[in-house]
Every structure is written in structure tokens, then in C-alpha cells.
């Protein structure tokens, strides 16, 4: 009878799983007593030190992500959404693939390396409005919206429309935050020279920082150079500036302020996963609590490393920062103790001094820490890509790495915007009080229902001014006529309260109005009793618009 295998799962293709697996399958050697298998959401590694220069193309979209199955050859990679942890009956339970059936995976021992996300609870506005900068996808979509905005900035004539959509705002001055918008504001200032209707000057590229200088974890001689470096590089720098929130057409700054932009980037707060958050175990600030052999206390056979770990070094009794250089030296202790265990051997607590600290400031310079000594500019930049080079886990992905920067100093910047989005049928925005939803001769979108807050429809009548036509709450819904009948908007929308609406676009819209008969024969009436009132009290129907969409599906019923 075969001999039963030990089943090894770690969860998290980051550097704290990737890691963990391939220390594993040196120490195992292909021992065919162990199995070891990976679950990641995506099939691929991010190499997040290098994910800014994405940004500005320097270097290419796919050379920042190594291929998981290249990586751990011999470990089974399920590419898969962890969605729960059965720790009593040792099942982990995944998301469903191409047939709509979760599947369970069972394990003798767990490794959960799913790192953390950023938050955007609490802070109104930025679910909708805002980008996180954490993963691949987050860099490619960020590139591509820069261009996007420079290509609607080049052909806008609106002032103020211009003005938000040559702002580029960035929050957090931590590492990702200053290493973003370096990279951002190199790339639109130089891709800017290829656009002739935009003037170097109109670029306004802001980085807003809650504390009094950025980089708090550098020491403050490199922290100030770098800020000045930036600074004199163009980039705005707002300090002791909280972010409190978003609309389409703004970032709002906590106190009351706001600055017009459509690009606006969050890098801040760091918050546990949805899974961690889930888990009946002990967490200090939403991280896992794990003992100095990296084993999940009360929980044997569980073990846990990275940023998603709360793990205190035997050395300084000091929790371990969110970083790779940690996640990697977690996953090499972590593998061994958990062999040993296995053997029957002893284990080896976490201790690692961290060599040093580096954060690239975009256009070859950089500020760096390593082993004390303090370099800045020029040297520490070419230190920065020599040491992140040496890191990359694949020689293939080094090798292109090393081609993209040397053609990078070589070419000009590349200013080619994918179009790899298909744009959201059905979207959420944010407005607060007082902003435009659409203006009147705008041509007809979008179709919008209220979730919350109260928009007024206003008409401007030359001579005249303006005229409330009528006000809608949550439920009601706007916007369809113009959809309807292919006509520009006759009024204008304007919030009278914040607001979060649920908006549909034209194609969704039109489906849904050619295939739901009840929703045919809803906005058929509204239309019919817009015009009828046109005709009747010779006014506008569109308060007619403003009809609660329950209230109108059950007079159809
Ligand atoms: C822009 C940026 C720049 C950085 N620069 C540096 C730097 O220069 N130096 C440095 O040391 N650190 C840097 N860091 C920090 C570093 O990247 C993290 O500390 C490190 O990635 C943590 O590794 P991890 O394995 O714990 O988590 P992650 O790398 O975040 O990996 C988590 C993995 O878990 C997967 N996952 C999450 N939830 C689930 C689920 N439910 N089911 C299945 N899979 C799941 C994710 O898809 C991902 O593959 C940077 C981070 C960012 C965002």
C-alpha cells in the first residue's frame, strides 16, 4: 500500500510563498513523501521594487512578474482565490474556476503568506475614484490612465477640466508612495513633449504626506534630500496632509481642501487581507501572531510569514516591517523549521538584520542606507539597480531587465496607451456636495440611480439664469432622456448632498432596455409622462425623471 504523503499548502504567490516553496523543494529534494503545493490568485510573482518603473515604461509590463511554475517546478500551483480556512478539519477552500464549483484542498500543514491590501474603508470616495499601487495590474492601469488624461488634456479647451486633468495626485510619502510619483512625474513631464497642445508648465504632479517629512524610514539627512530632489524635479510635495477622501472630479484633503484631478493614487494605510481578517486566530493590528519559529500560535501544523504576520525578531524583540528583504528571510526560516520539525530536529528562531534601505527617486538618482553608510544621487541609484537586479528570482527576467533599462537610455519614452480595459457597464461614483454630475448640452452617457444623497436638475435659460426644475433622492433615477431619444442633456445634475450613485452606461442600458420588457415599458411611461407634462404645464418633464425606480416598476406591476 502506498505510503500516505504529507501534504504542505501555502497560500500566496508573493515573496513570503514563492519563497517559502522553493526553500522547500531544496530541503525535500523531490522526496516523494512530501507534496507541496502553492495557491495563488494570480500565476505569477510581482517583483514590487521595481512595479514604479512600470509607470514610465522604462521597464516593460511583463518583466517585473515571474511565472510561479518556473519558479517552484516541482510544487502544484492552483491558480485560485483562497475564499476560507477550515482549521479544525485541515480544508482549505478555494474560489471557483471555469465550472461555477469551489474546491477543497486538504493539508497537514498550512503556510499563509497572502500578504496585506491597501485600504480604502473609511476614506469616502476612494473605492470609486481612487488607485491603489500594489500590484501589477495597479502599475499598467495607472500608465495607462496618465496617457489617456494627456491625450483628453491635449484636445480639451475647458479650463478647469484641463487644469484637473493635467493633476496628478499622489498619497503616502512612504516607500511605494515617493517611488510612484517619482516615476509618474518623470513620465508625464517627458511624455508631455509629444503632445503639441500641452505646456510643461500645466503639469502639476502632488504628493501628499501626513507627517512633517517624507521617508520617515530613512534617516532624516536622506529623507531631505530626497525631498528636495523631488521638489526641484516639479513634483509638489504637501506636507502634514492627510487624504480624507474622493469624488470624480477632486481629492479631498482632510480640514476641507480639495485639488481638481482625475489621477489620484493611494498608497496608504496597509490593511489585512479579507481572508486574514476572516481567521479564528490571535492578530496584533490585523496581522497574524506567530511564535519566533513562524508557527500560528494555538494552531499546530499552521504557519505564517510576511507582511501578513506579526513576527517579532529574536534579535531587536522588535515586530518585523512589511518588506521583501523580511518576507524572503521569513520564508528560508520558516521552510527549515518546518522540515526539521518534521524530522525531528530542532528549529531556529527569526532573527534578521536588515542590510539596509533604499528608495529610487525616479531620473537616476536614489537615496540609499546600506550597512550605515548613507549615499544619495547618482551612485546610489546605479547601488539601487545593481542590488535589485542581483535579487530578481529568474535569470530570464534579469536578462530582460537589464535590455529594458539599457534601451531605455537609449530610446525615448513611450507614450503608446493600451486600451486592455473594457470600460465598466456598471460603475459606483462618489460626488460630495455641489459638484456637477452632468451639464446641460453634455451628450447622454450614462444613466444614474441614486444610492444615497439628493441631486437637484437645474436648467440654464439664457437671460433668465437658472431654474430648479426638480430634486431626487435615493432610488430615483436620472438621466435616461437623453440616453433615450440620442439627444444632448437639457439640465444639468447637481448634488445638493454628498452622493453615491450606481451609473449604467449607454451599451448596458440600451440592452437592457431591448431585452427587459418591464424596464421597457418603465422608462416608456417616464418618457410619456414627460412629455405629457411638457405639453400639459408647458415645463420640463425631466422632474418627471426624478421618479423613484421602485416607485415606477411597481405602478407597471
Ligand atoms: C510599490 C511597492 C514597492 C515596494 N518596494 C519594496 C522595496 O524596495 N524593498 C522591500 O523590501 N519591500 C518593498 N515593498 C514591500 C514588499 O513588496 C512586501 O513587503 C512583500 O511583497 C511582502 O510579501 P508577501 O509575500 O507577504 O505579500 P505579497 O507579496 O503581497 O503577496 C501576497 C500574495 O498572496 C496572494 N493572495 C492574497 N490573498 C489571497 C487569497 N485569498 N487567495 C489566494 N492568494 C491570495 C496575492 O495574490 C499575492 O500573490 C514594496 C511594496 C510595494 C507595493
Same mark, same amino acid.
Given at each position: /500500500?502506498?505510503?500516505?504523503?504529507?501534504?504542505?499548502?501555502?497560500?500566496?504567490?508573493?515573496?513570503?510563498?514563492?519563497?517559502?516553496?522553493?526553500?522547500?523543494?531544496?530541503?525535500?529534494?523531490?522526496?516523494?513523501?512530501?507534496?507541496?503545493?502553492?495557491?495563488?490568485?494570480? &500565476?505569477?510573482?510581482?517583483?514590487?521594487?521595481?512595479?514604479?518603473?512600470?509607470?514610465?515604461?522604462?521597464?516593460?509590463?511583463?518583466?517585473?512578474?515571474?511565472?510561479?511554475?518556473?519558479?517552484?517546478?516541482?510544487?502544484?500551483?492552483?491558480?485560485?482565490?483562497?475564499?476560507?480556512?477550515?482549521?479544525?478539519?485541515?480544508?482549505?477552500?478555494?474560489? %471557483?474556476?471555469?465550472?461555477?464549483?469551489?474546491?477543497?484542498?486538504?493539508?497537514?500543514?498550512?503556510?499563509?503568506?497572502?500578504?496585506?491590501?491597501?485600504?480604502?474603508?473609511?476614506?469616502?470616495?476612494?473605492?470609486?475614484?481612487?488607485?491603489?499601487?500594489?500590484?501589477?495590474?495597479?502599475?499598467?492601469?495607472?500608465?495607462?490612465?496618465?496617457?489617456?488624461? @494627456?491625450?483628453?488634456?491635449?484636445?480639451?479647451?475647458?479650463?478647469?477640466?484641463?487644469?484637473?486633468?493635467?493633476?496628478?495626485?499622489?498619497?503616502?510619502?512612504?516607500?511605494?508612495?515617493?517611488?510612484?510619483?517619482? *516615476?509618474?512625474?518623470?513620465?508625464?513631464?517627458?511624455?508631455?513633449?509629444?503632445?503639441?497642445?500641452?505646456?510643461?508648465?500645466?503639469?502639476?504632479?502632488?504628493?501628499?504626506?501626513?507627517?512633517?517629512?517624507?521617508?520617515?524610514?530613512?534617516?532624516?539627512?536622506?529623507?531631505?534630500?530626497?525631498?528636495?530632489?523631488?521638489?526641484?524635479?516639479?513634483?509638489?510635495?504637501? @506636507?502634514?496632509?492627510?487624504?480624507?477622501?474622493?469624488?470624480?472630479?477632486?481629492?479631498?484633503? *482632510?480640514?476641507?481642501?480639495?485639488?481638481?484631478?482625475?489621477?489620484?493614487?493611494?498608497?496608504?494605510?496597509?490593511?489585512? &487581507?479579507?481572508?486574514?481578517?476572516?481567521?479564528? #486566530?490571535?492578530?496584533?493590528?490585523?496581522?497574524? +501572531?506567530?511564535?519566533?519559529?513562524?508557527?500560528?500560535?494555538?494552531?499546530?501544523?499552521?504557519?505564517?510569514?510576511?507582511? #501578513?504576520?506579526?513576527?517579532?525578531?529574536?534579535?531587536?524583540?522588535?515586530?518585523?516591517?512589511?518588506?521583501?528583504?523580511?518576507?524572503?528571510?521569513?520564508?528560508? #526560516? @520558516?521552510?527549515?523549521?518546518?522540515?526539521?520539525?518534521?524530522?525531528?530536529?530542532?528549529?531556529?528562531?527569526?532573527?534578521?538584520?536588515?542590510? !539596509?534601505?533604499?528608495?529610487?527617486?525616479?531620473?537616476?538618482?536614489?537615496? $540609499?542606507?546600506?550597512?550605515?553608510?548613507?549615499?544619495?544621487?547618482?551612485?546610489?541609484?546605479?547601488?539601487?539597480?545593481?542590488?535589485?537586479? /542581483?535579487?530578481?528570482?529568474?535569470?530570464?527576467?534579469?536578462?530582460?531587465?537589464?535590455?529594458?533599462?539599457?534601451?531605455?537610455?537609449?530610446?525615448?519614452?513611450?507614450?503608446?496607451?493600451?486600451?486592455?480595459?473594457?470600460?465598466?457597464?456598471?460603475?459606483?461614483?462618489?460626488?460630495?456636495?455641489?459638484?456637477?454630475?452632468?451639464?446641460?448640452?453634455?451628450?447622454?452617457?450614462?444613466?444614474?440611480?441614486?444610492?444615497?444623497?439628493? +441631486? *437637484?436638475?437645474?436648467?440654464?435659460?439664457?437671460?433668465? !439664469?437658472?431654474?430648479? @426644475?426638480?430634486?431626487?433622492?435615493?432610488?430615483?433615477?436620472?438621466?435616461? /432622456?437623453?440616453?433615450? &431619444?440620442?439627444?444632448?442633456?437639457?439640465?444639468?445634475?447637481?448634488?445638493? %448632498?454628498?452622493?453615491?450613485?450606481?451609473?449604467?452606461?449607454?451599451? $448596458?442600458?440600451?440592452?437592457?432596455?431591448?431585452?427587459?420588457?418591464?424596464?421597457?415599458?418603465?422608462?416608456?411611461?417616464?418618457?410619456?409622462?414627460?412629455?405629457?407634462?411638457?405639453?400639459?404645464?408647458?415645463? %420640463?418633464?425631466?422632474?418627471?425623471?426624478?421618479?423613484?425606480?421602485?416607485?415606477?416598476?411597481?405602478?407597471?406591476?
Amino acid at each position: /500500500m502506498p505510503q500516505k504523503k504529507t501534504k504542505i499548502l501555502i497560500i500566496g504567490g508573493g515573496f513570503g510563498g514563492v519563497y517559502t516553496a522553493m526553500t522547500l523543494e531544496k530541503l525535500l529534494k523531490g522526496d516523494p513523501s512530501f507534496e507541496v503545493s502553492l495557491i495563488s490568485k494570480e &500565476n505569477y510573482m510581482v517583483f514590487q521594487p521595481m512595479l514604479p518603473e512600470v509607470i514610465s515604461g522604462s521597464i516593460g509590463i511583463l518583466d517585473t512578474i515571474a511565472p510561479i511554475r518556473r519558479l517552484c517546478p516541482k510544487t502544484n500551483l492552483y491558480t485560485r482565490e483562497v475564499e476560507s480556512i477550515d482549521f479544525t478539519n485541515r480544508i482549505v477552500t478555494t474560489s %471557483s474556476g471555469v465550472r461555477p464549483r469551489p474546491s477543497q484542498i486538504e493539508y497537514d500543514h498550512l503556510v499563509i503568506a497572502v500578504g496585506n491590501i491597501t485600504s480604502f474603508v473609511g476614506q469616502s470616495g476612494l473605492a470609486e475614484h481612487a488607485l491603489p499601487f500594489k500590484y501589477h495590474g495597479d502599475a499598467l492601469v495607472l500608465r495607462n490612465r496618465a496617457i489617456h488624461f @494627456l491625450e483628453e488634456a491635449d484636445i480639451e479647451s475647458d479650463p478647469e477640466l484641463r487644469r484637473a486633468l493635467l493633476t496628478f495626485v499622489v498619497a503616502g510619502g512612504g516607500f511605494s508612495g515617493v517611488e510612484a510619483v517619482a *516615476e509618474l512625474n518623470d513620465f508625464v513631464r517627458a511624455a508631455a513633449h509629444s503632445f503639441r497642445r500641452i505646456k510643461a508648465a500645466e503639469i502639476r504632479v502632488i504628493l501628499l504626506h501626513a507627517g512633517p517629512l517624507i521617508l520617515p524610514e530613512l534617516p532624516e539627512d536622506l529623507a531631505q534630500f530626497a525631498q528636495k530632489r523631488l521638489q526641484r524635479r516639479g513634483v509638489e510635495i504637501r @506636507l502634514s496632509t492627510r487624504l480624507a477622501g474622493a469624488t470624480a472630479e477632486s481629492a479631498l484633503i *482632510e480640514g476641507g481642501d480639495r485639488i481638481p484631478t482625475k489621477t489620484l493614487v493611494s498608497t496608504v494605510p496597509a490593511a489585512p &487581507n479579507a481572508l486574514v481578517a476572516s481567521l479564528q #486566530c490571535k492578530k496584533e493590528r490585523g496581522r497574524i +501572531v506567530v511564535n519566533k519559529f513562524l508557527e500560528v500560535l494555538d494552531r499546530p501544523g499552521v504557519w505564517a510569514l510576511g507582511d #501578513c504576520a506579526w513576527v517579532v525578531d529574536q534579535n531587536t524583540w522588535q515586530p518585523c516591517p512589511p518588506t521583501a528583504q523580511h518576507a524572503i528571510r521569513e520564508a528560508t #526560516c @520558516l521552510a527549515k523549521n518546518l522540515v526539521a520539525g518534521l524530522r525531528g530536529q530542532p528549529k531556529q528562531g527569526f532573527a534578521f538584520k536588515a542590510r !539596509g534601505k533604499l528608495a529610487s527617486l525616479g531620473h537616476r538618482s536614489a537615496v $540609499a542606507d546600506i550597512f550605515g553608510l548613507k549615499l544619495s544621487g547618482f551612485i546610489a541609484w546605479l547601488l539601487w539597480r545593481a542590488i535589485y537586479l /542581483m535579487k530578481m528570482p529568474d535569470f530570464d527576467r534579469k536578462f530582460r531587465v537589464l535590455t529594458d533599462w539599457i534601451l531605455d537610455l537609449l530610446l525615448p519614452q513611450d507614450i503608446v496607451q493600451l486600451k486592455i480595459e473594457r470600460s465598466a457597464s456598471f460603475g459606483r461614483e462618489h460626488f460630495e456636495p455641489r459638484e456637477i454630475i452632468f451639464r446641460q448640452g453634455d451628450c447622454g452617457d450614462r444613466l444614474y440611480i441614486i444610492i444615497d444623497g439628493e +441631486v *437637484e436638475i437645474v436648467k440654464q435659460e439664457s437671460g433668465s !439664469g437658472e431654474q430648479v @426644475l426638480g430634486r431626487v433622492g435615493p432610488g430615483g433615477c436620472f438621466g435616461e /432622456m437623453a440616453l433615450v &431619444n440620442d439627444n444632448p442633456r437639457m439640465a444639468t445634475a447637481r448634488t445638493v %448632498s454628498r452622493v453615491n450613485l450606481l451609473s449604467v452606461d449607454r451599451d $448596458a442600458f440600451a440592452a437592457l432596455f431591448a431585452y427587459h420588457p418591464p424596464l421597457r415599458l418603465m422608462f416608456q411611461q417616464l418618457i410619456e409622462e414627460r412629455v405629457r407634462g411638457r405639453a400639459v404645464e408647458g415645463k %420640463s418633464a425631466l422632474i418627471e425623471e426624478t421618479k423613484p425606480l421602485g416607485r415606477s416598476q411597481t405602478t407597471m406591476s
